[in-house]
């Protein structure tokens, strides 16, 4: 039986103890493909709340954005005292339900290395010096990132454990295109490798059941992200929530979601090829509230979570 490097497995053979991620959603911050930067509406699959439940419980502050030319920060503050209770918030849960020990402030919802350098150095700094932090892990796309923070976090990186975990999806300009990504895989290969020559940790993201995407094409993007050397991974099913494009096309008859069958066999083929010492930090997705669409086998966490980690053993990983 191979096991696979989960990242609980990963954390406790570093630092022997409990460590988990502890989401933040830090209001105020957008995405280049969603403010018109580079493009209009994000992408496809995109409905950021559905992501981030921490964004549910500001939903009633009046909304603002940044971004790397904004000139000032009147809101710095009251993100760092979103920062703050977010934080304790979540690691008072987790210590209780997982017996957690340390933890990684992880900046989940939208682009977070997409907002001037200044507040940027003040949020992490800030979620830096919190209890029981030993690191920050970084939520962001391969565009949207500045040398001046890849210095930054390469200098963190000496003393924390630093992670920018960025959205490749698909190494197919076709299926970037389609799922209106806004940017090239060759920007992608390029921030990737810039990113790692800064001696910064990377976690790639991965999505299976891209538009127009086969297997073959799946396991080539998993061969890619092996190639460029990152640290971890993560994959997940794509599935269809309201009010998204891919919901239109979804109710249009214009996009199949993936099934679960072809899900589990593309995650088996997958994982066999994951080098030993590269982690796996997600292999699953889902969401158990009326704004799923489609498919139903990602409504219930649990239960896809169950059928997955069943498949893998009998396919030799332990999960
Ligand atoms: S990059 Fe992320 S935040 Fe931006 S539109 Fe795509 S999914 Fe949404």
């Known amino acids: 039986m191979q096991e696979v490097l989960t990242t609980g497995r990963y954390f406790r053979k570093h630092y022997g103890c409990n460590v988990y991620k502890t989401p933040i959603s830090i209001l105020g911050f957008t995405c280049p493909n969603i403010d018109g930067s580079v493009a209009y509406g994000g992408c496809v699959f995109c409905e ?33 005292l979103q920062l703050e209770s977010q934080y304790k918030q979540t690691k008072k849960i987790l210590e209780k339900k997982f017996n957690a020990q340390k933890f990684l402030v992880y900046f989940q919802s939208f682009t977070n290395t997409y907002a001037p350098f200044s507040t940027l150095k003040s949020l992490y700094d800030r979620a830096l010096s919190f209890e029981d932090v030993i ?7 391969t565009d949207s990132i500045e040398k001046q923070t890849l210095e930054y976090l390469a200098e963190k990186s000496k003393t924390k454990e630093i992670w920018v975990e960025y959205g490749i ?58 190639d460029l050397g990152v640290e971890a991974i993560k994959i997940h099913p794509l599935y269809v929530v309201k ?7 979804y109710n249009a008859g214009n996009f199949t979601p993936i099934s ?36 139903n086998w990602c409504n219930n966490k649990h239960q896809q979570m169950y059928n997955i980690k069943k498949n893998l053993k009998e396919n030799g990983l332990y999960y």
Do not use: W
Request: charged letters at 25%.
């Open 135 to 141: 690191g920050l892990s970084i939520g962001t796309r």
């Open 260 to 295: 679960e069958d072809e899900y589990i066999d593309t995650l088996v083929k997958a994982l066999k090829m994951i080098p030993k010492g590269m982690m796996v930090q997600r292999v699953s997705a889902g969401i158990s509230d009326e704004t799923l669409l489609s498919p």
């Open 48 to 80: 950021n709340e559905s992501f981030s439940p921490n964004l549910g419980v500001q939903k009633n502050i009046n909304k603002f954005y940044l971004n790397p030319k904004s000139k000032e920060n009147p809101f710095l503050d009251s993100q760092l």
């Open 243 to 249: 009010r998204t494009a891919l919901a239109n096309d």
């Open 169 to 226: 999806q698909s190494v197919y300009d076709e299926t970037l295109k389609r799922i209106n990504r806004g940017h090239s895989v060759k920007n992608v290969f390029e921030y990737i490798q810039l990113t790692r020559q800064y001696g910064i940790k990377v976690c790639a993201h991965l999505i299976f059941g891209l538009p127009g995407e086969n297997q073959s094409m799946m396991l080539e993007s998993v061969k890619a992200a092996i």
